[in-house]
Every structure is written in C-alpha cells, then in structure tokens.
C-alpha cells in the first residue's frame, strides 16, 4: 500500500507542487503538461504480459531506457521543452521509488 502512495503521489503531487510553487499564475496548464508526462507509460503496450507488478519499468520499456532518460535530462536545458522535461524526469524520479520497494 505504502508503495501504491509514494509511487502515485509522486506522479501526481509534485507536479501540482511545482506548478501551485514555481508557476501560481498559470498553475493549471503547468499542471497538465507535467503530467503528460505519463504517456510514456505508453510503451508497457509493448510489453507481454502488459503490465507486471514485479517488473522494474527503468532499463525495461524503451521510453524507461537509460538511452531514453539522458535525452529527458538534456531537454531539461532548453527552456521551450524544460516544463515536458520536468513532467518525464519526474515520471522517471516515480518509476525509481517504485523500483526501490520491489
């Protein structure tokens, strides 16, 4: 249960954290767009059996590969794509808790 918190919470309130924080005027859509983030999770459809609660996503699914995570990092630089970058990392940050309690 504890792992189903922190995994879920981490997706959904630091990105409503950062956005009510850093961006209070524009909350909302800061919001939304950190939490697009989650369609990377798109690629479990790549996966047989689709999802497996014992099965770490990171290193596993392409869009959770290392490969993939330095590119998030790198779009963390410019400031046009800085807000999807965080919305990724983050996603990313989730899946390394998760990980942690298997």
Do not use: E
């Not at 924080?21 to 919001?31: D, L, M, P, R």
């Not at 989650?38 to 689709?50: C, E, F, S, V």
């Not at 998030?72 to 990724?88: C, N, Q, T």
């Amino acid at each position: 249960m504890l792992q189903f918190f922190a995994h879920y919470g981490f997706h959904f309130l630091i990105p409503l954290a950062i956005a009510l924080i850093w961006f209070k005027s524009n909350w909302k859509y800061t919001f939304l767009v950190m939490i697009s983030g989650m369609l990377i999770d798109l690629d479990h459809l790549l996966a047989t059996p689709i999802f497996d609660p014992n099965r770490c996503s990171i290193g596993f699914h392409p869009l959770h590969s290392y490969f993939a995570i330095t590119f998030y990092l790198f779009l963390l630089i410019p400031k046009k794509s800085r807000l999807v970058a965080l919305g990724l990392v983050i996603h990313i940050i989730a899946d390394v808790v998760d990980c942690a309690f298997m």
